[in-house]
């Protein structure tokens, strides 16, 4: 279950909240992501700032209580694979029926999603050549591509 | 924010992975130490309360199943009092041993033994949990914030 919550106007400062609907008592975990970095343009890969953060279970109470509002949510359903610090996820996503109920869902196209994504410190950017290798490596079966967030909002 | 509702970040040492982050009457997160990071990065949300860091530095003492931790309590540069934290380790319900905790307090506070902590209200027979000792002391160091500091007195 994954929701993303934004920030008090006039800011859109957006947070991810997550939890594990498959493992009970596992922390919650809280992501921030900012702005793709300048320079992005030679990389093959989009790159940005993150902090993870694990938190108890009443995160969301918490986030309203910070006056965050949420602004969408979503159920994701797949396998995670690994390779090195690489990793991918291969999943659906499927749309909440009723907000908060997590039983009635539906998904939101036939098709899975797969996402490549690396999780390293600051500066590291030949990580975007390995990724790009790999990429490579999966096609024809799946062709990846570098996601430019200017064109999804 | 809108309404200037009080956020308080904590740190306790006795957890020292952990970040606790409370509204009063509220509710309490507990996170890893990472959110002091993202705190950074939500600067421009809040105005930072000011100078108000208060902090309570001192001794952690073990005795049979007890913690008790003594500390000064500080507020910049000045003293502002001192804080007397006691633990009964084998109990996680409240309720089951606030008898005893009471009793072994009186033993070296004497009077000045407390009554049964807010935290407790309604929920006697919960689970005990870091949040809850972060709670009584979010409300000791508000008790002391607002305790007015001794003048000194001076003669030019």
Redesign the interface.
């Known amino acids: 279950l994954v929701s993303g919550v934004r920030g008090p106007p006039p800011s859109p400062f957006v947070l991810r909240a997550r939890r594990s609907m498959d493992k009970s008592g596992m922390p919650w975990h809280l992501r921030y992501l900012g702005q793709p970095e300048i320079g992005d343009k030679n990389r093959h890969a989009l790159v940005r700032n993150c902090v993870d953060i694990a938190t108890s279970d009443n995160l969301t109470d918490f986030l309203v209580e910070m006056g965050f509002r949420m602004d969408h949510e979503f159920v994701a359903k797949g396998h995670v694979f690994r390779k090195g610090i690489m990793k991918i996820v291969v999943y659906k996503i499927f749309r909440i029926l009723m907000p908060g109920n997590t039983e009635s869902i539906e998904p939101l196209s036939l098709s899975y999603l797969v996402e490549l994504n690396v999780v390293a410190p600051a500066g590291q950017d030949v990580v975007s050549d390995d990724m790009r290798n790999f990429a490579e490596q999966l096609k024809p079966l799946v062709h990846l591509e570098k996601i430019d967030p200017k064109r999804l909002m | ?2 309404t200037g ?1 009080l ?1 308080y970040v904590m740190h306790n040492s006795e957890y020292p992975l952990s970040c606790f ?1 409370l ?1 009063e009457n ?7 130490a ?2 002091d ?2 705190m950074v ?2 600067k ?2 809040f105005q930072n309360a000011k100078a108000n860091k208060i902090e309570s530095r001192g001794t952690r003492y073990q005795y049979c199943d007890f913690l008790v931790k003594v500390g000064t309590v500080t507020m910049g540069p000045s003293a502002r009092g001192i804080s007397v934290e006691v633990e009964y380790c084998p109990c996680v319900i409240a309720n089951d041993c606030w008898n005893l905790l009471m009793e072994f307090m009186q033993s070296f506070m004497g009077n000045h033994t407390p009554g049964i902590p807010s935290v407790f209200g309604t929920k006697h027979d919960s689970i005990y949990s870091p ?1 809850d000792t972060m709670v009584q002391y979010m409300e000791l160091f508000n008790k002391i914030r607002k305790q007015q500091q001794v003048p000194v007195a001076g003669i030019r």
């Open positions: 924010g809108q509702k956020m982050a509204f509220g509710p309490c997160l507990i996170a890893d990472n959110f990071t993202l990065k939500l421009g949300f949040a």
